[in-house]
């Protein structure tokens, strides 16, 4: 699929979404129909053949398709038109037989439910390896310090490993939500010219059943014509895993600032430059996995919007949803691989990491020395002495711990020795090392789900 737009998807994903797999998943729908038609004598058998030979080796014209879809008002229509030439060309008996009792609705959706099995298979493989590159940084880096950061300001010290984890619960969440999404939208969509099957008579509930198993897809309790919640659902995954991936890509890029150090995307050929200015190395897979992640969110309020369809089957709402679906869905893969790329590769500065701790002169500690004085002092007035120490300290240019030492009262009640453990970065990590091991369970769980 050549479209310009793939500098944003993962091509792979839209691949699996492109014009011509939807074309050949909607000739594999009438070839399928056409066999289950022939186990009821409903087609005869032959003729069945026939079409599903024709089918497999139709050949359509996506431009002149789409010209006369336009004119149609669905694709559907010049589609089987096109479709019932060819069948015609080798059987013109068969050919009375083509999309027989189904309606347009039928073959577009349920040829976009066959698209979505592989594109969301390879959704949930570059979930898996984005999830994977943040398990082992979290791993990694579980005893590395550095700064957190509230409202962009130094807070306190964390270690790396835990900001990793941080990122990483979210794709867990993502793979079980998201994987469940994708499987209820890819369902059978078989209702006919109202939702009943009326043209089949007697055997139509049988021959959705034969059809689900022909299609290799699941058979809902009632045709979704006009319910479109499972449409929506997986578009409002999509969008919430695109921003999991865009949370990761805000920080890494912050992380990149040559002011902050502490991080670096991979380098490597034609990656990250800059068309004026040679010294630049730009973070280009947080660029893209961003763009995707402030995209999506519009792409699924199209499919939130399309909800309301009129009675038994909406106008203006289902022609043209599969394409908001793809640019989604696209948009997201290509999130989840240019970070799963930007982490595999991630170069961790943790000296730099901790050449900024100490360029806070140990302010970001002053939670632990508050905490540590309020058993003398009580918390009201700890916090205010402590207040006061961190206002002397950046008035003064010195440190906190120079500043404690300098007030009679923190000093009488802190010695030498307790004062320089308040100020090591590991012994405020507090409740982090086990939220790690809890993140990564929970992603070892995701996989064995």
Not at 359 to 367: C, D, F, K
Not at 414 to 426: M, N, R, T, V, Y
Request: with cysteine.
């Amino acid at each position: 699929m050549t479209d310009l737009r793939h500098m944003f998807w993962d091509e792979a994903c839209a691949e699996e979404l492109s014009d011509a797999r939807l074309l050949a998943a909607m000739a594999r729908f009438e070839a399928a129909l056409a066999r289950a038609s022939a186990r009821f004598g409903l087609v005869p058998a032959a003729d069945a053949e026939t079409i599903a030979a024709v089918c497999a080796r139709a050949a359509f014209d996506p431009a002149a398709l789409a010209r006369a879809a336009r004119r149609a008002g669905t694709l559907a229509i010049p589609f089987v038109k096109q479709l019932t030439a060819q069948v015609a060309a080798a059987s013109p008996g068969a050919a009375r037989h083509v999309h027989a009792g189904a309606t347009s609705q039928d073959v577009l959706d349920s040829a976009v439910a066959l698209c979505l099995v592989p594109a969301a298979a390879r959704i949930l493989e570059l979930l898996g390896r984005l999830g994977d590159a943040a398990a082992a940084l979290a791993r990694r880096h579980a005893a590395t310090p550095t700064l957190a950061r509230t409202l962009l300001q130094p807070a306190i010290p964390v270690p790396f490993g835990w900001k990793a984890a941080v990122w990483l619960v979210p794709l867990a969440r993502s793979h079980a939500h998201f994987g469940a999404a994708a499987r209820a939208a890819a369902t059978l969509q078989f209702g006919g010219a109202g939702g009943t099957l009326s043209a089949y008579g007697e055997q139509g509930d049988a021959l959705s059943a034969a059809l689900a198993s022909e299609l290799a897809l699941p058979r809902p309790e009632i045709p979704w014509h006009s319910a479109r919640d499972a449409f929506a659902r997986l578009g409002a995954e999509s969008a919430i895993l695109a921003g999991a991936a865009g949370k990761i890509a805000r920080d890494v890029s912050l992380l990149m600032q040559p002011e902050i150090g502490e991080a670096l995307e991979p380098a490597g050929e034609g990656r990250g430059g800059s068309s004026a200015m040679p010294h630049k190395r730009n973070p280009v897979g947080c660029h893209l996995a961003l763009e995707a992640a402030l995209r999506a969110p519009g792409l699924a309020a199209t499919l939130l919007a399309q909800l309301t369809p009129e009675h038994e089957r909406g106008l203006g709402q289902w022609q043209g949803q599969w394409l908001a679906l793809r640019e989604l869905l696209a948009s997201t893969a290509g999130a989840l691989g240019a970070m799963a790329e930007v982490l595999e590769g991630l170069e961790v500065n943790a000296a730099g990491m901790r050449a900024n701790l100490e360029r806070t002169r140990g302010l970001v500690y002053s939670e632990a020395v508050a905490r540590r004085l309020a058993r003398a002092l009580g918390k009201s007035a700890a916090h205010a002495l402590t207040e006061r120490l961190c206002a002397r300290a950046l008035e003064q240019g010195s440190s906190l711990a120079e500043a404690l030492r300098a007030d009679p009262q923190a000093s009488s009640i802190l010695g030498a020795a307790e004062l320089a453990q308040l100020f090591e970065p590991e012994r405020a990590f507090g409740a982090a090392p086990a939220m790690i091991e809890r993140a990564l369970a929970a992603w070892a769980a995701r996989s064995k789900s």
